[in-house]
Every structure is written in structure tokens, then in C-alpha cells.
């Protein structure tokens, strides 16, 4: 499967971006989707995850500010980030499975990532 990420960009502390991540090549809905993100020297770290019967995932940082979900008829997972922090800077990227994770090595696709930048 192929995946395309968009929607990073720069952004004021408190507010908002919506990133996508469009699929293509294979049936989307047998697929879990992932987020991760990796900031300038650090390991890449998982921020959520949604299972393909829509169960979701978030990591601690992330829950109750991120919001993720994905639109089967579009073939496109969305990750809704609210009440953005600096420390939220990072290259964003979207993974699928066939079965969703906390870990990068546990997927095998991957898009090419997208930035954010969130200033204070």
C-alpha cells in the first residue's frame, strides 16, 4: 500500500492543524493505521493508532489534545491535533498494518512524513 501524508505546516502554540494520510494500492479497510512523529534527534515515537475496526490509540502526550479517524470510502486516515505545544515539533508520519502497534517496526508501510512546527 502507498501513503501519502499532508496537512503539516507551521502553527502558534494552542492551535490547530489536521493532518491526512491517503492510501492507495490495496484495500484500505483491511489496513490499521498509525501515527508517529520524530523530532530533530530523537527516536521515532508513536502518537496514535486506529485498529480497522476503528478502535483507536493514543499515547499519553497526545491524549486528550489528538483526535484520529479514518473515512473508508476515501481511503484516508486523519489525525486532528488541538491545543498544539512546542514540544509537538516534529516530522509526522502515517503507517499501516494489518494489525496497529505501538512501535515502528511493527508496520510495514509507510508515507513520507510531513512537518509541523509548532512555535511559543
Known amino acids: 500500500v502507498q501513503l501519502q501524508a499532508s496537512g503539516g505546516g507551521s502553527v502558534q502554540a494552542g492551535g490547530s492543524l489536521r493532518l491526512s494520510c491517503a492510501a492507495s494500492?490495496?484495500?484500505?479497510?483491511?489496513?490499521?493505521m498509525g501515527w508517529f512523529r520524530q523530532a530533530p534527534g530523537k527516536e521515532r515515537e508513536f502518537v496514535a493508532a486506529?485498529?480497522?475496526?476503528?478502535?483507536?490509540g493514543y499515547a499519553d502526550s497526545v491524549k486528550g489534545r489528538f483526535t484520529i479517524s479514518k473515512d473508508n470510502a476515501k481511503n484516508t486516515v486523519y489525525l486532528q491535533m488541538n491545543s498544539l505545544k512546542p514540544e509537538d515539533t516534529a516530522v509526522y508520519y502515517c503507517?499501516?498494518?494489518?494489525?496497529?502497534?505501538?512501535?515502528?517496526?511493527?508496520?510495514?508501510?509507510w508515507g513520507q512524513g510531513t512537518l509541523v512546527t509548532v512555535s511559543s
Open positions: 486506529i485498529s480497522r475496526s476503528a478502535s483507536t
Open positions: 494500492g490495496r484495500t484500505f479497510s483491511n489496513y490499521g
Open positions: 503507517a499501516a498494518d494489518h494489525n496497529i502497534g505501538l512501535i515502528a517496526s511493527e508496520y510495514d508501510y
